[in-house]
């Protein structure tokens, strides 16, 4: 009973030895598999380093000021007993607004105008009277004055009620009605802003040092995120004589096109003033570029042997960059590539070290200076 034990016992361990002895085998087969596997190059769209020449551009942060804005106020008290605007509406110069009470003006303004008539036909006979000597030169005066007097009364009544008619003092857009029917205006109420947007301002600071650089007339290309995709063109119409005291910089206004209001004023925007020098420069395409926080780079594509394998052909190196300015789809290099080299232009996030490649550009994006996102 005892020897059929310990055969058992001796038989699993044999069993088991066997076992793990092939196990190992096959381990060790597909750890042999792995190192002498050879993954399959992958396919990658190129781009070759290139030297351009580039418009040279300062830039800045701006906001948008309104061509011409005020806030429309009442000048004098009286009860608004007309509206004749709707909020955010297009206006023209004169259009109508608000409608004071005027009843008691119009009452004196035909008062003040008999004056005036009856006046003025005294005048007129004291004319034909004095040649002949009926009366004296000091009733003719009196005569003159009393009439300019009264005229000067119709043109006082006149001008309150004119300024009881609140009318637009230019063409431009309004925006939240500030006003009620009924309500009693003071002097210095608020009744609607009013802006015209079209063309529009954009107001912007360089430091001192590039006043020299820049003039009038030069062109400015204006971006903001409230238009993505969109730039907008406009040109340099006034720099401030005046530097800021403390802060060293320059005010400087440009003027650009604004038809569709879209643009609108207290924006804040994105301003490059494009300078008449040009530099030249190394340039790829900005999706070839990977940032990081240690440094950016790209993969160099080289024809040589990849990682020992017998045999030629492409594989990726990756090598640090300092980037510059962008323009477009491209970027500028400052240091880390040569002119002449080419990097893949895209997927270099899925690359190794070393990796082999095949270059295929049958679908590689096209590239420009200055895109034009398709409408949506």
């Known amino acids: ?38 993954p399959p190059p992958a396919p990658v769209t190129t781009a070759a380093v290139q030297s351009a020449s580039w418009p040279t551009e300062l830039t800045a942060v701006g906001s948008l000021e309104a061509f011409q804005g005020v806030m429309v106020t009442a000048e004098i008290s009286g009860k608004v007993v007309k509206i004749d605007f709707e909020p955010g509406s297009a206006v023209k110069a004169g259009d109508l607004l608000v409608q004071q009470d005027t009843s008691s003006e119009t009452a004196q303004l035909r008062s003040a105008q008999a004056s005036m008539q009856l006046a003025r036909l005294n005048l007129e006979r004291a004319k034909e009277l004095l040649p002949s000597n009926v009366i004296a030169q000091s009733s003719y005066d009196t005569a003159d004055a009393q009439y300019k007097q009264a005229a000067a009364q119709v043109d006082a009544i006149q001008a309150a009620i004119d300024k009881k008619t609140i009318r637009a003092p230019f063409a431009g857009r309004l925006g939240i009605r500030q006003v009620n029917l009924g309500q009693i205006l003071n002097e210095g109420d608020l009744i609607v802003s ?17 006043l020299a650089k820049i003039r009038q007339g030069f062109k400015i290309k204006l971006t903001t995120d409230a238009l993505p995709g969109k730039v907008v063109m406009g040109a340099v119409t006034a720099i401030n004589p005046q530097v800021d005291s403390a802060t060293r910089n320059i005010r400087i206004q440009a003027t650009v096109t604004n038809k569709d209001e879209q643009l609108r004023p207290g924006m804040f925007v994105n301003v490059a003033v494009s300078l008449p020098e040009k530099r030249s420069v190394l340039a790829i395409p900005a999706t070839a570029v990977l940032y990081a926080p240690y440094s950016d780079s790209v993969f160099i594509v080289e024809k040589k042997k990849a990682d020992g394998s017998a045999g030629g052909g492409s594989v990726v190196r990756q090598q640090f960059i300092r980037t510059g300015d962008k323009r477009g789809d491209y970027i500028a290099i400052a240091s880390g590539l040569e002119e002449g080299q ?9 690359l190794r070290n070393g990796q082999s490649v095949v270059v295929d550009n049958a679908l590689s994006p096209e590239f420009k200076l200055t895109p034009k996102p398709e409408e949506g």
């Open 1 to 38: 009973m005892k020897k059929a034990f310990l055969f058992s016992i001796v038989g699993l361990i044999v069993l088991v030895a066997v076992l793990g002895g092939v196990k190992g085998l096959q381990i060790k087969r597909m750890i042999a598999q792995g190192e002498a596997y050879v």
């Open 194 to 210: 009013l802006q015209a947007m079209d063309p529009i301002f954009v107001n912007f600071q360089l430091p001192q040092q590039e």
């Open 342 to 350: 080419t990097v893949v232009s895209t997927g270099s996030f899925k």
